[in-house]
Nanobody, 125 residues
Framework: QVQLVESGGGLVQAGDSLRLSCAAS????????MGWFRQAPGKEREFVAV???????YYADSAKGRFTISRDNAKKTVDLEMNSLKPEDTAVYYC???????????????????WGQGTQVTVSS
């Protein structure tokens, strides 16, 4: 079993920065991909960013140029640095992990094996 715990959410103003972290624990040898999704009130959960163990990165268009994903394979952590935050970034942010290699589908929720409980990010205007 794998547990993912997010931290770093909070209330910020538009234009501010925030760094989210996610730590994985449990009986894990390797994690192929670690990603972030978010779900705004009344909307479906959507892909934000993913990073693989080979340091391949993918970002949603809404995150490109403002968000940076990074990971520490040894510590089994993944961070999401969010800059120039906008009110529309307000959402619950979820960490997700896929243990084994598989090409593609990184933006699909079903591609991931484990999920965290989420951390709230609120951006005021």
């Amino acid at each position: 079993q794998v547990q993912l715990v997010e931290s770093g959410g909070g209330l910020v103003q538009a234009g501010d920065s925030l760094r989210l972290s996610c730590a994985a624990s449990g009986r894990i040898n390797n994690i192929y991909a670690m990603g972030w999704f978010r779900q705004a009130p009344g909307k479906e959960r959507e892909f934000v960013a993913v990073i693989t163990s080979r340091n391949t990165l993918y970002y949603a268009d809404s995150a490109k140029g403002r968000f940076t994903i990074s990971r520490d394979n040894a510590k089994k952590t993944v961070d999401l640095e969010m800059n120039s935050l906008k009110p529309e970034d307000t959402a619950v942010y979820y960490c997700a992990a896929r243990l084994t290699y598989s090409y593609g589908a990184y933006a699909s929720q079903s591609w991931y094996d484990y999920w965290g409980q989420g951390t709230q990010v609120t951006v005021s205007s």
